[in-house]
């Protein structure tokens, strides 16, 4: 059973960074894309970026594109999202998510998941 274990959220000010992890166990990233999405209170719930199985194609919602960075460590078997520049619409809890199978591509709608883990809470406040 694919599992996922987030970790690396926190409280941040403004203009800060974080980088959040996502570990995967029982498969290895060659064969899974990976997704990051978040939800903020009485908010549906968003996708943010994804990087694919096959060549780490990623891709990023408008409102991140130039501050988060989405990357893998095939060695560690886990993704990380380097999120800088952060602001206060970035307060969201954040969480993995996996879809079997080779992709050459990714898409960041939570339907073409189907392994989510527990989340992590992301706060950016002064």
């Known amino acids: 059973q694919l599992q996922l274990v987030e970790s690396g959220g926190g409280l941040v000010q403004p203009g800060g960074s974080l980088r959040l992890s996502c570990v995967v166990s029982?498969?290895?990233?060659?064969?899974?894309?990976i997704g990051w999405f978040r939800q903020a209170p009485g908010k549906e719930r968003e996708g943010v970026s994804c990087i694919s199985s096959k060549r780490g194609v990623s891709n990023y919602a408008d409102s991140v594109k130039g501050r988060f960075t989405i990357s893998r460590d095939n060695a560690k078997n886990t993704v990380y999202l380097q999120m800088n520049s952060l602001n206060f619409e970035d307060t969201a809890v954040y969480y993995c998510?996996?879809?079997?199978?080779?992709?050459?591509?990714?898409?960041?709608?939570?339907?073409?998941?189907?392994?989510w883990g527990q989340g992590t809470q992301v706060t950016v406040s002064s």
């Open positions: 998510a996996a879809s079997l199978g080779v992709r050459w591509t990714c898409t960041i709608g939570p339907f073409a998941y189907d392994y």
């Open positions: 029982e498969f290895t990233l060659d064969d899974v894309t």
